[in-house]
């Protein structure tokens, strides 16, 4: 990853085109004030976002999701977002995420329930060029990071 961050709640960073956003537990208004702050920073560094919600992590509260829409208005790329788990916690987060999406009107908005899955389908938007193997590589090492702070 380029130009990572990564905290105790959330790590982010920029691989070639897709900034990262890996939530490791519930967003805090300040945490995605800063996750958002980030991406905005980097608006001309990446084509997708890419938002792995780790299973367990809550839904965002309401200061959180404010900063989201946010973030949906002004970033009108696509977004391929993974809330792994299953069960109703992990339906509750996706079913947050299509809410954003809906009040913000973000049409280019991919749910998925696999980290995995959603990364097969970055060749979609990048173009058949784009390296999976590496991307999946990258994803690991940033989940393996684990950062101090928030």
Sequence with gaps: MEDSVVTPSY???VYRSV???MWRARPSAEA???AVR???DHDRDFTVLFVVV????MPPGEEARDQFSR???ANRRPVFATVEG???LGAAVRAAL???AFVTRHRALNVFRETDDAAMALPVVLGSGFDVEHFRGALADLRAERGEGR
Excluded: M, N, P, S
């Design 19 to 21: 900034c990262v956003l």
């Design 71 to 73: 973030l949906a208005q």
């Design 54 to 57: 780790q299973e367990g992590v």
């Design 32 to 34: 995605a004030r800063d």
């Design 86 to 88: 299953t069960g109703f």
């Design 98 to 100: 299509t809410g954003i």
């Design 11 to 13: 790590a982010i960073g």
């Design 38 to 40: 980030f991406c905005l």
